[in-house]
């Protein structure tokens, strides 16, 4: 630890490239950045005022720091991503140092082999990868197994080894799958042809295997060889299938690297194709943590770096949406259309079906991050100072004419909480008013919640535009909430939001989940309060017909309804069940204007 104070440490910042590292009174490393000019970054960190709670916290807690200072942009990359993963600062993105894909290795030897492997050794030969799927690795050495016979033997195949005759054919040459190269069946120079085809098929390059082989065909097809010339062409047929589905854009676009970012609240997902002669050869979408509220700029870089160097890519462009500060060795592309940009956004694509995924997957396997994912966002989108995890939302779009109701639904972190659920029969207002109705059961829903003091909740959604909003707007003016409760009105047309005191509406992504949670509590609402609106008009036409039988007192109403629970079954019980809990007398007058006097 140094015994330097911060402001003359910062003073004696250099204004160079480099890395700098914030370390705590204990010492622990809490975070690690790179900067073009390391005295203006860091001393930004002490002179700004931040918004975000977190880079606050970080700011009080750096006791000392650190700097090392590199000559590039691109070194500085390098060491801030190989520090973050080797220490873990706890404000820095979450980054994970992850060497299990498999490669597929062309072995260094003579006769070389060609298998999958997780393991990679210097020295050892060609490693092509990693790969992401498994599945894949076994497509292309399927591919290659059959197009090219290989040995799959470990034999040390030394020419004075196979000229003493050490070695015989196995299994395989019988089967045709090698041509016995141990026995001396075939020569280096043709095995190594063989190799030749499949390094480029590894890098993409179908064209030389594709040449070779109709050049091969249409000789034994010249030669009578009918039988080995339809091998040979079903070789072809297999290689054009798969170059067809791996083929997506301008075959002269090749050795390029293809990065888009997509993010929310709390995570980033950056997405990585790489191609080669217009094929994608690999497909990567990485996972971010957010920690300091780090921008798409700042995230992309950091996961260009990292995957770069764990995919061991060496291409020297890429495509990106937007410009990134890699150093001068990398060529940057911003494509705005054609191929370049067809690519482009197909990984921004890869990238939205990979968060849906892990939403999808969230809401099985951890509910809880899903829900505070959802809430963050809600926050982010809605401006609101604190996130909604109480909602409640009111409806009384279905009073027309007689037996005016209003519903209230809750949702508890994004999900419907029904037991919490409310029906208002409106008491005050006179007719069909919307405005006043909206104004007294937002006025009785919060002032019950504030003499049992129930918790309140963080926001309220009307049904509704300008005029519900202000509405229920007097309600928390009377019960002295204003203020204290985030509230909106949700237009039907077009989805605006409304806010108190903003003429202009808000609008949100079509494909938000914010905008759905509104939508689905606002949908809840509806069902909710139509219904009790058609039990309460069913309700009351059947108590009103009870009533208007004539000889039937209200007393007599009651007994049957206690007995029978409702005006329905009264009217289809048989004679014998009225008499029982009425009389003769009263009973014969209910069967009969129900069922008709058949005597």
């Not at 295997?209 to 062409?233: H, R």
């Not at 780090?294 to 937007?322: C, G, M, W």
Request: charged share 30%.
């Amino acid at each position: 630890m140094s015994d330097t104070p911060l402001d003359i440490q910062l003073k004696t910042l250099p204004n160079s490239p480099g890395v700098y590292q914030y370390f705590d009174t204990n010492g622990t490393i809490i975070y690690v950045g790179k900067a073009k000019n390391l005295k203006k970054r860091v001393s930004s960190y002490f002179t700004k005022n931040h918004e975000y709670g977190k880079t606050r916290v970080l700011v009080k807690k750096i006791a000392n720091i650190k700097h090392i200072v590199v000559e590039t942009e691109t070194d500085a990359l390098l060491l801030e991503n190989n520090l973050i993963k080797k220490h873990q600062p706890r404000y820095n993105v979450l980054l994970k140092d992850d060497k299990s894909y498999p490669w597929i290795c062309i072995k260094k030897e003579r006769f070389p082999r060609v298998f999958s492997t997780r393991r990679v050794f210097k020295g050892g030969g060609e490693y092509f990868g990693p790969y992401t799927s498994v599945k894949t690795v076994h497509t292309l050495l399927d591919l290659i197994k059959g197009l090219y016979p290989l040995r799959t033997c470990n034999y040390d195949l030394a020419e004075a080894k196979i000229q003493a005759g050490k070695y015989k054919v196995c299994l395989e040459y019988h089967l045709g799958n090698c041509k016995g190269a141990c026995e001396g069946n075939e020569t280096e120079t043709q095995y190594n042809e063989n190799i030749k085809a499949i390094r480029q098929i590894l890098k993409g390059n179908f064209k030389d295997s594709l040449q070779q082989f109709k050049k091969q065909m249409k000789q034994l097809a010249k030669d009578m060889l009918f039988e080995e010339a339809q091998k040979i062409k079903e070789k072809i047929e297999v290689l054009e299938n798969y170059q067809a589905r791996s083929t997506i854009v301008n075959p002269k676009i090749s050795n390029v690297d293809v990065f888009s970012i997509m993010s929310d609240e709390t995570y980033g997902y950056v997405n990585f194709l790489q191609l080669s002669y217009g094929s994608i050869i690999r497909s990567h979408t990485l996972e971010i943590k957010k920690k300091l509220e780090e921008s798409d700029k700042e995230l992309l870089e950091l996961a260009i770096t990292e995957i770069r160097q764990r995919f061991h890519s060496n291409s020297k462009e890429i495509y990106v949406p937007f410009e990134v500060d890699l150093g001068e060795n990398i060529k940057v592309t911003v494509p705005k259309l054609g191929d370049k940009k067809h690519i482009l956004d197909l990984s921004l694509r890869n990238a939205k079906y990979y968060r849906m995924e892990r939403f999808k997957q969230d809401k099985i396997v951890d509910p809880d991050r899903h829900a505070n994912r959802i809430m963050a966002q809600m926050k982010a989108d809605l401006r609101l100072s604190e996130e909604p995890r109480h909602i409640e939302c009111f409806d009384n779009s279905n009073i027309q004419g007689t037996n005016p109701v209003a519903a209230c639904v809750v949702f508890k972190n994004g999900k419907p909480s029904k037991k919490e659920y409310r029906h208002f029969n409106i008491k005050t207002v006179e007719g069909p008013d919307d405005f006043a109705s909206m104004e007294e059961v937002v006025h009785r829903r919060y002032k019950r919640l504030l003499d049992e003091m129930q918790p309140l909740p963080q926001l309220i959604v009307i049904d509704g535009g300008k005029g519900q909003l202000s509405s229920a707007l007097k309600s928390l003016d009377l019960l002295g909430l204003r203020g204290k409760i985030a509230i909106i009105g949700i237009a039907k047309r077009l989805e605006e939001l409304y806010y108190p005191n903003d003429p202009i509406p808000l609008y949100l992504d079509k494909k938000s989940e914010t905008l759905k949670i509104i939508q689905q509590l606002r949908n809840e609402a509806h069902r909710f309060g139509i219904e009790h609106h058609r039990n309460k008009r069913s309700k009351s036409a059947l108590n009103t017909e009870l009533e208007t039988i004539p000889g039937i007192g209200e007393k007599t109403v009651v007994e049957l309804l206690k007995h029978f629970k409702s005006a329905k079954r009264v009217a289809n019980a048989k004679l014998d069940e009225l008499e029982a809990v009425v009389g003769n007398s009263r009973a014969e007058k209910v069967y009969n204007y129900y069922h008709g006097n058949n005597n």
